[in-house]
């Protein structure tokens, strides 16, 4: 029987309209948890067979009001957002653990198998488990892959899980990391068994430096990380500081800079304001575990809603499944106000970190509790590539730096910038105007 809006209990079909900015989000709840004798339902991920291009809608599912002991499901689902026949992928009994709280999945076209990463849940872990599936969903085999730091340490994941990106060739990006330990991965081949460990790519030398912004940085935890127009988007839930779960927008590099060399890392930028409007945590209550998907005939934004989040108790893990239509120009950079920054540590920039510009007219810069005299030096180029490894094709912008703060203006900006200092600073913004 078809679950989710019609079941055995008659759980109605819910649209709530909600309206930010004079544009109106048609919501639409997928998966009521109740319909399938779950206390709660997340994680969603859409697929598209590759023969007959059936979609299939993959999520955990947990019976425990602690929301720990999650599996994963599969069912299939149509444009009308009904879901069928849905079937137990894995449990976490193959890894011998608690639960399995998130899904990812890649198409392996070599092997002919479906590769699903899954966070485990144990938020000391740094591992990642992986499920490899024939085209039937059927378990072949199972790996697990640890997550360390450019030091050596282990990557802080949580209950973040990670999200895998292919390329269109043999490699694929993992982004992976809880909060501001956010980081981003790759492998160079796919279709090698076992996988092989995956390297960190926002390293400098012996350490990394922090992937994502700060700027509504408050722990960053499950997400999703696609293409849009041939660019590199992450979809995130954070912890508002209001202590409410919403979802913010990040914007990376150019897919092709890195089909052609994956060892050159970036910056992500956010938007300054809001555009998943904070009108879906006020109205629906908490909300996260983002995917984007246009596989259902439309753009949609899945999501996990869970009102009950801060009650605690019995129902504080009482989460949903839900769909919004989405206007994809959330996911252009262009024409909107951006930032990238850090803070709360003191460094020395390295002059080599690249910071896409999207095309801004121009960007300010603003350095805080500058530790003494010195220089920074500004680096403008057409390409990250010249920037990360410091070739001649990079332009130089000079300034002195004589007190704790330091301010200026960069007009008709290059596509790609890096910062370096001689002095340790304790933090920076970028905000780029177009």
């Known amino acids: 029987m078809p679950i989710g809006f019609k079941s055995a209990i ?29 206390v709660g339902v ?30 994963v499901y599969v069912g299939e689902i149509d444009e009308d957002l009904q879901v069928h026949h849905i079937k137990l992928v894995a449990s976490p009994n193959l890894f011998n653990v608690n639960g399995l709280n998130t899904v990812s999945l890649i198409w392996d076209d070599y092997n002919e198998e479906w590769i699903l990463a899954s966070g485990i849940y144990d ?17 072949k ?10 030091s050596g340490s282990n990557l802080l994941i949580g209950d973040a899980g990670c999200s895998m990106l292919t390329l269109g060739n043999k490699m694929a990006l993992i982004t992976t990391g809880w909060g501001a330990f956010r980081s981003i991965y790759y492998v160079n081949d796919i279709t090698v068994r076992p996988l092989p460990t995956p390297i960190q790519l926002n ?20 997400h999703h990380t696609f293409l849009s127009n041939n660019g590199i988007i992450m979809l995130s839930e954070l912890l508002h500081n209001r202590n409410t779960w919403w979802i913010h927008v990040y914007y990376g590099a150019d897919r092709d800079f890195y089909v052609r060399n994956m060892l050159v890392p970036f910056k992500l930028v956010t938007p300054i304001k809001p555009l ?14 983002p995917h984007y998907t246009n596989y ?40 909107k106000t951006l930032i990238v920054n850090d803070d ?29 005299s010195g220089t920074l030096n500004v680096w403008e180029s057409n390409s990250p590539y010249h920037l990360w490894n410091q070739t001649t094709n990079r332009y130089q912008n000079t300034f002195t730096l004589s007190g704790p703060y330091f301010k200026t203006t960069i007009e008709n900006v290059s596509p790609w910038i890096s910062l370096g200092t001689n002095v340790d600073i304790g933090g920076y913004q970028v905000i780029l105007y177009f």
């Not at 997340?42 to 599996?71: C, E, H, M």
């Not at 998943?276 to 575990?289: M, R, S, V, Y």
């Not at 390295?350 to 095309?359: H, S």
């Open 296 to 335: 259902l005939g439309r753009p949609l934004l899945l999501f996990a809603r869970f009102p009950t989040w801060n009650l605690g108790g019995k129902r504080a893990y009482t989460h949903e499944i839900w769909a919004t239509d989405v206007d994809t120009d959330i996911f252009n950079p262009t024409g």
């Open 344 to 372: 709360n540590d003191i460094y020395k920039m390295p002059d080599i970190i690249p910071i896409p510009t999207f095309g801004a007219k121009y960007a300010t810069i603003t350095l805080f509790n500058i530790s003494g």
């Open 10 to 38: 008659d759980y109605k079909k819910v649209e709530v309209e909600i309206e930010n900015a004079g544009k109106v989000w048609t919501t639409y709840k997928v998966i009521d948890p109740r319909s399938i004798g779950k």
């Open 42 to 71: 997340g994680t969603p991920f859409i697929i598209r067979d590759l023969d007959t291009s059936q979609p299939y809608i993959f999520f955990t599912a947990w019976n425990d009001v602690t929301g720990k002991l999650r599996s």
């Open 123 to 139: 938020s000391a872990t740094n591992k990642i488990a992986l499920i490899f599936l024939d085209k039937y969903f059927n378990v």
């Open 203 to 222: 390293a400098s030398g012996t350490s990394f430096f922090w992937w994502a912004p700060v700027y509504y940085n408050g722990a960053l935890d499950v």
């Open 276 to 289: 998943i409007p904070i009108q879906f945590a006020d109205i629906l209550g908490n909300i996260g575990h």
């Open 141 to 150: 085999y199972t790996q697990t892959w640890s997550f360390t730091l450019a």
